[in-house]
């Protein structure tokens, strides 16, 4: 905030789901403050998906500023991917979390719906800090002894987790931009999602997209039975992030 007032910041906006009503903790509070202080002081700013500028435009955040897009990097994540041999060990991996936008209660409701013979096990990945929590999610869906919850790991075993799969899950309400979708393609895996629009912004030939039951069970067995199609030079991200560094920096 101070450099802010200054004119030597750029504000870093991911999502805006600390502006919602409900968003009562403090630190919600804080990146609240922080982001409507910007805006009001004329800040530049960043945004990391074509989603999140609508909705800044909607509210009418950040009016009359310089803004650049960003998106979200991979780099890293595309460095190890491409060390592991790709394989289908037989699971699904849904990436999610315990935030009310992951409706996590709503994702196993679907899975659950599955018929037993066409159901894959289920391993959760982004949960690591509230384990608990969720196994007692799980317990209300009577699928227990198909569901993995996968506790904390280091980045190398999470992109194994991506590389082994059969296909990557991302079940949301609403995202900023919706990074299991990039990290699927990463790892040359199928992605089902639901219909919102930061996942319909990454759409290509590998991405399921379903809006209701009757849409997930139609998706669900159109993942299965299609094959992955190579389609994936440099992640469009990337080839983004790099032409915004060039434009800022003066390169040519």
Request: with cysteine; hydrophobic share 40%.
């Amino acid at each position: 905030i101070i450099d802010a007032y200054l004119g030597k910041s750029v504000v870093i906006i991911h999502d805006l789901i600390s502006l919602r009503k409900k968003n009562h903790s403090l630190s919600a509070k804080y990146v609240s403050y922080c982001m409507l202080k910007a805006s009001q002081l004329k800040a530049d700013y960043i945004y990391i998906s074509k989603t999140t500028k609508r909705v800044i435009d909607s509210i009418e955040l950040f009016k009359n500023c310089k803004g650049y897009y960003f998106p979200n990097t991979f780099f890293r994540f595309e460095e190890i991917a491409k060390k592991n041999t790709i394989l289908d060990l037989g699971y699904i991996l849904l990436v999610t979390g315990v935030g009310d936008n992951k409706d996590l209660d709503g994702a196993l409701k679907l899975y659950s719906s599955i018929s037993k013979d066409e159901r894959l096990p289920l391993k959760i990945l982004g949960c690591g800090n509230a384990i608990e929590r969720v196994k007692k999610i799980i317990d209300d869906h009577r699928v227990q002894s198909e569901i993995e919850v996968i506790p904390f790991l280091d980045l190398d075993d999470v992109v194994s987790l991506y590389c082994n799969s059969t296909f990557i899950w991302a079940h949301s309400k609403y995202e900023g931009y919706g990074r299991a979708v990039a990290e699927a393609k990463l790892s040359h895996k199928k992605i089902l999602c639901t219909q919102i629009s930061a996942f319909m912004e990454q759409k290509d030939e590998n991405v399921y997209l379903y809006t209701n039951q009757n849409d997930f069970h139609i998706q669900y067995k159109a993942v299965l039975a299609s094959k992955y199609k190579d389609i994936h030079g440099q992640l469009i991200e990337h080839e983004i992030f790099k032409s915004q560094l060039e434009f800022l920096y003066g390169k040519k």
